[in-house]
């Protein structure tokens, strides 16, 4: 009862909001209903299909990519063969050389116990319901210095390399790994440290707050807009986003801190978002159903 009261006041706070006059406001796109769909930890924007969306689940689900519309509802599952979802978290869709990939992160790691985790490439396949994909390649890696829970995963074609934050360090980690490494396990290198918005310093309040802050300020998704000049991170209450300059690399950009997009829009346990293809706003989407789909202007 008390979920569905939650979930009207944001509906009401949302649909408020669209009629709302100066800057672009965050607003509901769509609601996943789908029952099957009640622990998404990842969401991809097409690159091939106008208006659809790829999604994932949390470990101890199927190996299954979803398809969705920019309303929530679903079009299509499909299998990945020959892997199993450990803990998969996030999702990235890039294009390279005219083709569409989806990359399937499984490097979840509440525990701090996995030594070795994997990233799956895969074709973005068609929208056939009950239909079956193979990964094209898996790369296996490790942390540099031990364990570490990672949530938020990107590809950046540009500069060939996976781009993965850690989620409960802080302040957060960025890492890398080329997108075509050789044979073998790789070794992911520490890139940088992200800076926290600046007004992380000037918050007041208690122990429980305190908590509260550190809590709202782990990283659970990242997605890197379609110019490739922002990287954009999602934590429980906040999207962070980190634009460059040309020619500047990821190492100096994230040391700036970050705009935000503050309130975030209530969502039950914020996991999941995707730039839009036109590059002017994310999706944002949560785990338990009925999940929201929020629209995130990336402007002022």
Not at 78 to 84: L, N, P
Not at 208 to 235: E, F, H, I, K, N
Request: hydrophobic content about 40%; overall charge negative; aromatic content about 6%.
């Amino acid at each position: 009862m008390l979920r569905a009261l939650s979930f009207a006041a944001l509906l009401l706070a949302l649909l408020a909001a669209c009629g709302e006059s100066g800057p672009p406001q965050p607003r509901l796109s769509g609601v996943v209903l789908d029952g099957k769909l009640d622990e998404i930890s990842g969401i991809a924007a097409s690159g091939r299909f106008t208006d659809t969306f790829w999604l994932i689940q949390d470990g101890g689900n199927d190996a299954l990519l979803h398809a969705i519309s920019r309303r929530g509802s679903r079009l299509a599952t499909v299998r990945v063969a020959g892997v199993h979802n450990t803990d998969w978290e996030d999702l990235a869709s890039f294009t390279e050389q005219g083709k569409h990939w989806l990359l399937v992160p499984d490097t979840g790691d509440n525990g701090g116990l996995r030594r070795t985790l994997l990233l799956h490439v895969v074709p973005e396949p068609d929208l056939v319901d009950g239909g079956q994909v193979s990964p094209a390649y898996s790369i296996a890696f490790r942390w540099p210095d031990g364990p570490r829970d990672c949530e938020a995963v990107t590809v950046d074609v540009a500069t060939g390399e996976i781009l993965l934050i850690s989620k409960k360090r802080n302040p957060s980690e960025l890492f890398s790994l080329p997108l075509h490494p050789g044979p073998g396990l790789q070794t992911a290198t520490r890139v940088a440290l992200l800076a926290p918005p600046a007004d992380a310093g000037n918050q007041t309040g208690g122990a429980a707050d305190a908590r509260g802050r550190a809590l709202g300020r782990q990283v659970t998704s990242a997605d890197l807009s379609p110019d490739g000049m922002t990287l954009a991170v999602l934590t429980y209450d906040r999207l962070l986003l980190y634009p460059r300059k040309p020619g500047e690399a990821w190492k100096t950009a994230v040391t700036r801190p970050p705009r935000t997009t503050t309130p975030l829009p209530w969502l039950n346990q914020a996991e999941a978002i995707a730039w839009l293809p036109d590059g002017k706003a994310l999706l944002a989407t949560g785990e338990f159903s009925p999940a929201p789909l929020v629209y995130l202007p990336a402007g002022p």
